[in-house]
């Protein structure tokens, strides 16, 4: 203890880095919230613009490591179904409905009757395969966001409400985060009512449980209330200019409405168009004013470091692939369609390589002991090799 007392590094173990309470050894090992944003619009975009399975497997398989490879932040909401479970549902919902209600392809399966409504005709394994595919997309959206929920906490997402809302930015930031301690709290009723020899049997048998779960979220919800009040939350007064960023927001409200009604029914493209260009920009300008108005403290500031900029170029390299016009590259091989006949998708290594770009996050948190060692030590190797 007198050796830690003076500061001695010659007798820490050599993995007690990690004990140490450094100001970058909790942000070392996580991304930027943007990097993250960049990277899920990137999942997205790839899972939205293909129905190829080669390529949509291979998004799966990306999104699936870089979830077991991102460490869970502790301030991240819990995730209650998991992707794996949320797809065995999906997927043949989704392949069983689109059966049952797009009745095209040439490999009938079987026939439903003509009299039932909707769903009467012949089930097709192109609609099977259709469906199950679209259900493999919401699937993999799912994943995404469940990775994005994973990395990032619930401040770093609700950074992003423009400043102008800021009261939803609180409401959703307290719903949020109520949701971990409403399932604590009826994990925790049901225990006690079990001990105290309750079965659930029927519909009545479900209010020993959710009677308590509502006390207690009131209780919770007015204790909250009065906290915020006393810290003074929504104690300003309304100002005076107030009424002019409204009629600004009414007014480019109405020259969006206008200039679409221009468009569609009268034919006046470049008129419509102008006009919904100058009502969007009336618009965006009233709530940058209002949210200049409205005071935001940051305490600690996230740095954008190299390892960001990496995960962004990455991202930005499977948008790329996926929405740019690459010369020489047929784009059916990624709208792939089972109709009218099922053939064998096909597969262009253009793409699939720019697909793994997906593991930008993975490949880079390999090693985060080194990460969080040069945060600390300002990537001084000299230092680096004292401190071991």
Same mark, same amino acid.
């Given at each position: 203890?007198?050796?830690?007392?003076?500061?001695?590094?010659?007798s820490?173990?050599?993995?007690?880095?990690s004990?140490?309470?450094?100001?970058?050894?909790?942000?070392?090992?996580?991304?930027h919230?943007?990097?993250?944003m960049?990277?899920?619009?990137?999942?997205?975009?790839?899972?939205?613009?293909?129905?190829?399975p080669?390529?949509?497997?291979?998004?799966?398989?990306?999104?699936?490591?870089?979830?077991?490879?991102?460490?869970?932040?502790?301030?991240?909401?819990?995730?209650?179904?998991?992707?794996?479970?949320?797809?065995?549902?999906?997927?043949?919902?989704?392949?069983?409905?689109?059966?049952?209600?797009?009745?095209?392809?040439?490999?009938?399966?079987?026939?439903?009757?003509?009299?039932?409504?909707?769903?009467g005709?012949?089930?097709?394994?192109?609609?099977?395969?259709?469906?199950?595919?679209?259900?493999?997309?919401l699937?993999?959206?799912?994943?995404?966001?469940?990775?994005?929920?994973?990395?990032?906490?619930?401040?770093?997402?609700?950074?992003?409400?423009?400043? +102008?809302?800021?009261?939803? @930015? /609180? =409401? #959703?930031?307290? %719903?949020?985060?109520?949701?971990?301690?409403? !399932?604590?709290?009826?994990?925790?009723?049901?225990?006690?009512?079990?001990?105290?020899?309750?079965?659930?049997?029927?519909?009545?048998?479900?209010?020993?449980?959710?009677?308590?779960?509502?006390?207690?979220?009131?209780?919770?919800?007015?204790?909250?209330?009065?906290?915020?009040?006393?810290?003074?939350?929504?104690?300003?007064?309304?100002?005076?200019?107030?009424?002019?960023?409204?009629?600004?927001?009414?007014?480019?409200?109405?020259?969006?409405?206008?200039?679409?009604?221009?468009?569609?029914?009268?034919?006046?493209?470049?008129?419509?168009?102008?006009?919904?260009?100058?009502?969007?920009?009336?618009?965006?300008?009233?709530?940058?004013?209002?949210?200049?108005?409205?005071?935001?403290?940051?305490?600690?500031?996230?740095?954008?470091?190299?390892?960001?900029? +990496?995960?962004?170029?990455? @991202? /930005? =390299? #499977?948008?790329? %692939?996926?929405?740019?016009?690459?010369?020489? !590259?047929?784009?059916?091989?990624?709208?792939?369609?089972?109709?009218?006949?099922?053939?064998?998708?096909?597969?262009?290594?253009?793409?699939?390589?720019?697909?793994?770009?997906?593991?930008?996050?993975?490949?880079?948190?390999?090693?985060?002991?080194?990460?969080?060692l040069?945060?600390?030590?300002?990537?001084?190797?000299?230092?680096?090799?004292?401190?071991?």
């Open positions: 203890m007198t050796d830690l007392a003076k500061g001695d590094s010659d820490l173990p050599p993995t007690s880095y004990l140490l309470p450094t100001p970058y050894s909790l942000k070392a090992d996580r991304y919230a943007w990097a993250w960049i990277w899920t619009a990137a999942a997205l975009v790839a899972l939205s613009a293909t129905r190829n080669l390529y949509l497997a291979l998004t799966l398989m990306c999104i699936g490591i870089v979830s077991v490879t991102v460490p869970t932040q502790a301030s991240s909401g819990p995730i209650p179904l998991s992707p794996i479970r949320f797809g065995m549902v999906v997927v043949p919902l989704s392949a069983l409905f689109n059966a049952a209600t797009a009745h095209i392809g040439r490999h009938v399966i079987f026939r439903l009757p003509h009299q039932i409504p909707l769903i005709g012949p089930i097709t394994l192109e609609a099977l395969v259709f469906g199950a595919l679209n259900g493999l997309v699937t993999g959206i799912f994943a995404a966001f469940t990775v994005l929920n994973k990395a990032l906490p619930v401040r770093s997402l609700t950074q992003f409400i423009p400043r +102008a809302f800021y009261p939803v @930015a /609180v =409401v #959703v930031s307290i %719903a949020v985060t109520f949701v971990p301690t409403t !399932l604590r709290q009826f994990q925790q009723i049901r225990e006690a009512q079990a001990i105290r020899g309750h079965r659930i049997r029927g519909l009545r048998d479900w209010l020993p449980l959710f009677l308590p779960l509502l006390v207690g979220g009131l209780e919770r919800a007015l204790q909250l209330a009065e906290a915020m009040v006393a810290r003074g939350l929504a104690s300003t007064q309304e100002q005076a200019h107030d009424w002019g960023t409204r009629l600004a927001i009414a007014q480019g409200l109405a020259a969006i409405a206008i200039g679409w009604l221009l468009r569609v029914v009268w034919k006046q493209d470049l008129l419509g168009m102008a006009l919904m260009l100058a009502g969007l920009g009336l618009v965006l300008a009233a709530l940058w004013l209002i949210g200049r108005r409205v005071p935001r403290t940051t305490y600690r500031k996230e740095p954008w470091t190299a390892r960001d900029s +990496a995960m962004a170029l990455s @991202a /930005v =390299v #499977v948008m790329a %692939a996926y929405l740019m016009p690459v010369p020489g !590259l047929d784009r059916e091989i990624i709208f792939y369609n089972p109709y009218p006949v099922l053939t064998a998708p096909r597969f262009d290594p253009f793409i699939g390589a720019a697909t793994l770009a997906l593991l930008g996050p993975a490949l880079l948190a390999l090693n985060p002991q080194s990460s969080a040069s945060a600390r030590s300002g990537a001084d190797p000299g230092r680096l090799k004292a401190d071991r």
